[in-house]
């Protein structure tokens, strides 16, 4: 035990300095390699998992918020739905919520300017959303994502918001496979039927979200819903509630499900995520930790490169270390504490710059992608796991090739033969 | 007058024989040396160029493993010695003076001479005071913190001999530790070699130069890896 201690600090002697007086250059470039691989195991996956994760919290925030509620398969709405509602007004965890009432029908445009009447109309379906403008504001921000015109007054009637993807100059990108309208905007008025009824309305507002639930619905307020619907029926379709953080999605979620789970579909935001997504995010992981177990491969033979070759180059040092009483652990020792500082500083230098210029980059310039806000995603037990996998490669590949020189004749290395 | 230190041998050496092998060729450079080096003694090994001196040196140094023959270190059978066992006599019994210095270049001066100190287990700053006064000994105390490559050739052999003597070993073995220096500064290692005989340390120096071993109390000469003559001397 006292000879191991003695060989950790010659070892720690003799790294140290040989750190600390080696070339500035070197250290400064060895370091930066180190720096870049570790960025290369956190950032190339935390970007391939933002892409999904940026839609997730996007989904969350714009649609689901943290518990979403909705109707049970075959069934037409929530049930008890005034009673829920009541509920939660009650519930002291429940922050905000916003009941929702949807309807299937069709929005037909640019009907006044129309002249060939043996032409098909403008039309396209559309699923009707009846909501609180005020409660639906206040938990999805919905009047952020305006793009022309503006949001629904709370007072409003005759007045609709339409989705962006009904709209061709919005809906381009998906190509032919949707109908949408042409040329509406703030000031037009459309005609919307829902079942047999129509109704006109005045278009104040177009709304653009990369969630899609949100794109492709029109809104208009609730007395306006009921009297187009010519509905009575107070159960509504979806229920969105955002606690206030105390608790946790999971313990709301099975609070509600105890009484009103028979009679409707209770979900956190994260079960209500579609499966395609999961199994997008779970391929995009898969491929970010190949994409990371490469750069692990790659620093641990840059690792071994760089301390292979500071050994040979100093094997007469070595031999002569060796020859004059210093222990083979010892000089080993010498190396795997330079291998520990590069690792260590890659590590250290990568995290400053992921949580002190990427994450913030990243979180205010999201990558533009077709159906999220691509984010970077660098959790710290990731992140830690990655600092610790990277450390442990290192010195593995720092200590072979010290050993390697080590082991070889000490007056071989003395005399370079 | 042969001197008698038959009491207190330091080396001891059995027809010792060292073969190198390279691909199909085999030379013979130690062909069956014998030999015993009293404790005290100063020693120097001469002979021409190839004639075994430096691999004797290193067979009897433990650097290196005779093919055939038996070396005894203070009493000490090595060649059954395991490799940590012979690191840990080297570092406690033995120091080394190289021809080319073979100082750690990133290591300071007094660093250089407290590696050994360090090793034996010393703390970082018994091991400072005993480099130190090492290296004050032999006159460089003034350039402790010098790096080797801000040291002339000279000051550099010095530094090696205080690496070679601050942990007070049995044997001190030179190789050639003048033939990079100029005469001046030879003079002044041989001096210094001469004040560490006077108290009382065993030296076994190889040299080919007959000028510096003036101090010497025997002169061993090898020719083709056998010893032609062994010269005992009365100062």
């Given at each position: 035990?006292?000879?191991?201690?003695?060989?950790?600090?010659?070892?720690?002697?003799?790294?140290?300095?040989?750190?600390?007086?080696?070339?500035?250059?070197?250290?400064?470039?060895?370091?930066?390699?180190?720096?870049?691989?570790?960025?290369?195991?956190?950032?190339?996956?935390?970007?391939?998992?933002?892409?999904?994760?940026?839609?997730?919290?996007?989904?969350?925030?714009?649609?689901?918020?943290?518990?979403?509620?909705?109707?049970?398969?075959?069934?037409?709405?929530?049930?008890?739905?005034?009673?829920?509602?009541?509920?939660?007004?009650?519930?002291?965890?429940?922050?905000?919520?916003?009941?929702?009432?949807?309807?299937?029908?069709?929005?037909?445009?640019?009907?006044?300017?129309?002249?060939?009447?043996?032409?098909?109309?403008?039309?396209?379906?559309?699923?009707?959303?009846?909501?609180?403008?005020?409660?639906?504001?206040?938990?999805?921000?919905?009047?952020?994502?305006?793009?022309?015109?503006?949001?629904?007054?709370?007072?409003?009637?005759?007045?609709?918001?339409?989705?962006?993807?009904?709209?061709?100059?919005?809906?381009?990108?998906?190509g032919d496979g949707f109908d949408s309208l042409d040329g509406v905007y703030p000031g037009d008025t459309v005609k919307i039927t829902v079942e047999d009824r129509?109704?006109?309305?005045?278009?104040?507002?177009?709304?653009?979200?990369?969630?899609?639930?949100?794109?492709?619905?029109?809104?208009?307020?609730?007395?306006?819903?009921?009297?187009?619907?010519?509905?009575?029926?107070?159960?509504?379709?979806?229920?969105?509630?955002?606690?206030?953080?105390?608790?946790?999605?999971?313990?709301?979620?099975?609070?509600?499900?105890?009484?009103?789970?028979?009679?409707?579909?209770?979900?956190?935001?994260?079960?209500?995520?579609?499966?395609?997504?999961?199994?997008?995010?779970?391929?995009?992981?898969?491929?970010?930790?190949?994409?990371?177990?490469?750069?692990?491969?790659?620093?641990?033979?840059?690792?071994?490169?760089?301390?292979?070759?500071?050994?040979?180059?100093?094997?007469?040092?070595?031999?002569?270390?060796?020859?004059?009483?210093?222990?083979?652990?010892?000089?080993?020792?010498?190396?795997?504490?330079?291998?520990?500082?590069?690792?260590?500083?890659?590590?250290?230098?990568?995290?400053?710059?992921?949580?002190?210029?990427?994450?913030?980059?990243?979180?205010?310039?999201?990558?533009?992608?077709?159906?999220?806000?691509?984010?970077?995603?660098?959790?710290?037990?990731?992140?830690?796991?990655?600092?610790?996998?990277?450390?442990?490669?290192?010195?593995?590949?720092?200590?072979?090739?010290?050993?390697?020189?080590?082991?070889?004749?000490?007056?071989?290395?003395?005399?370079?033969? | 007058?042969?001197?008698?230190?038959?009491?207190?041998?330091?080396?001891?050496?059995?027809?010792?024989?060292?073969?190198?092998?390279?691909?199909?060729?085999?030379?013979?450079?130690?062909?069956?040396?014998?030999?015993?080096?009293?404790?005290?003694?100063?020693?120097?090994?001469?002979?021409?160029?190839?004639?075994?001196?430096?691999?004797?040196?290193?067979?009897?140094?433990?650097?290196?493993?005779?093919?055939?023959?038996?070396?005894?270190?203070?009493?000490?059978?090595?060649?059954?010695?395991?490799?940590?066992?012979?690191?840990?006599?080297?570092?406690?019994?033995?120091?080394?003076?190289?021809?080319?210095?073979?100082?750690?270049?990133?290591?300071?001066?007094?660093?250089?001479?407290?590696?050994?100190?360090?090793?034996?287990?010393?703390?970082?700053?018994?091991?400072?005071?005993?480099?130190?006064?090492?290296?004050?000994?032999?006159?460089?105390?003034?350039?402790?913190?010098?790096?080797?490559?801000?040291?002339?050739?000279?000051?550099?052999?010095?530094?090696?001999?205080?690496?070679?003597?601050?942990?007070?070993?049995?044997?001190?073995?030179?190789?050639?530790?003048?033939?990079?220096?100029?005469?001046?500064?030879?003079?002044?290692?041989?001096?210094?070699?001469?004040?560490?005989?006077?108290?009382?340390?065993?030296?076994?120096?190889?040299?080919?130069?007959?000028?510096?071993?003036?101090?010497?109390?025997?002169?061993?000469?090898?020719?083709?890896?056998?010893?032609?003559?062994?010269?005992?001397?009365?100062?």
């Open positions: 035990m006292k000879s191991f201690l003695i060989d950790c600090r010659v070892g720690f002697f003799l790294g140290l300095r040989q750190l600390y007086r080696s070339s500035i250059w070197t250290t400064v470039l060895i370091m930066f390699i180190m720096t870049l691989t570790f960025l290369n195991l956190v950032v190339i996956s935390g970007i391939l998992v933002g892409l999904i994760e940026g839609g997730n919290i996007a989904n969350r925030k714009q649609y689901t918020g943290d518990v979403i509620i909705t109707k049970r398969a075959g069934e037409p709405s929530i049930e008890r739905t005034p009673e829920l509602l009541a509920t939660l007004e009650n519930m002291p965890a429940v922050e905000r919520y916003s009941a929702r009432y949807l309807k299937g029908g069709s929005i037909e445009a640019n009907y006044k300017t129309r002249k060939d009447f043996n032409a098909l109309p403008d039309t396209v379906g559309a699923q009707i959303a009846g909501i609180n403008i005020a409660k639906e504001d206040a938990l999805s921000g919905i009047s952020d994502y305006v793009v022309e015109g503006r949001f629904l007054d709370p007072d409003s009637t005759g007045e609709v918001v339409i989705g962006a993807n009904m709209l061709r100059r919005f809906s381009s990108a998906f129509t109704k006109e309305f005045r278009v104040v507002g177009i709304v653009k979200s990369k969630v899609g639930e949100v794109s492709f619905r029109t809104y208009m307020n609730m007395n306006d819903y009921r009297t187009l619907a010519n509905s009575t029926d107070l159960n509504a379709s979806e229920i969105a509630i955002v606690h206030n953080g105390i608790i946790s999605d999971e313990v709301l979620k099975n609070m509600l499900v105890s009484e009103f789970g028979a009679g409707a579909k209770i979900q956190t935001a994260t079960e209500a995520i579609p499966q395609f997504l999961n199994d997008i995010r779970t391929a995009f992981s898969l491929l970010g930790n190949v994409i990371g177990g490469i750069g692990i491969i790659v620093a641990s033979v840059t690792m071994f490169i760089v301390i292979f070759i500071n050994a040979i180059t100093r094997r007469k040092y070595i031999g002569i270390l060796k020859g004059i009483g210093v222990s083979g652990r010892a000089i080993q020792g010498a190396y795997i504490l330079q291998s520990l500082f590069f690792a260590l500083s890659g590590a250290i230098i990568g995290t400053i710059i992921i949580y002190g210029l990427l994450v913030p980059a990243f979180a205010a310039n999201p990558l533009d992608f077709p159906f999220s806000d691509g984010i970077l995603v660098a959790t710290a037990s990731g992140t830690t796991t990655r600092a610790v996998l990277l450390l442990c490669i290192t010195l593995i590949a720092g200590y072979i090739p010290a050993r390697m020189i080590v082991r070889k004749n000490t007056l071989d290395s003395i005399l370079g033969r | 007058m042969i001197l008698s230190w038959e009491d207190n041998v330091m080396i001891q050496v059995q027809n010792l024989k060292k073969i190198f092998v390279t691909k199909h060729v085999e030379t013979s450079v130690l062909k069956g040396i014998s030999l015993s080096i009293p404790e005290g003694q100063f020693v120097a090994i001469m002979g021409k160029s190839g004639a075994g001196k430096s691999t004797l040196m290193y067979q009897m140094g433990l650097l290196d493993h005779p093919t055939a023959g038996t070396i005894e270190i203070d009493g000490i059978h090595t060649d059954t010695l395991s490799q940590n066992a012979r690191t840990k006599l080297r570092l406690n019994s033995l120091g080394y003076i190289f021809q080319d210095y073979a100082l750690v270049p990133e290591l300071t001066a007094l660093e250089n001479v407290m590696v050994p100190l360090l090793m034996q287990g010393l703390s970082k700053e018994d091991a400072r005071r005993d480099a130190l006064a090492a290296l004050v000994k032999i006159g460089l105390g003034h350039r402790h913190g010098n790096l080797p490559s801000q040291l002339s050739g000279g000051e550099q052999q010095r530094v090696s001999i205080a690496r070679a003597v601050a942990h007070k070993p049995k044997i001190v073995f030179a190789d050639e530790p003048t033939a990079n220096l100029d005469n001046a500064a030879s003079k002044v290692v041989i001096e210094i070699f001469r004040d560490l005989h006077a108290q009382g340390q065993t030296i076994v120096m190889v040299t080919h130069e007959p000028e510096y071993t003036t101090y010497c109390d025997r002169i061993i000469h090898l020719d083709d890896g056998l010893v032609v003559s062994d010269e005992i001397r009365k100062h």
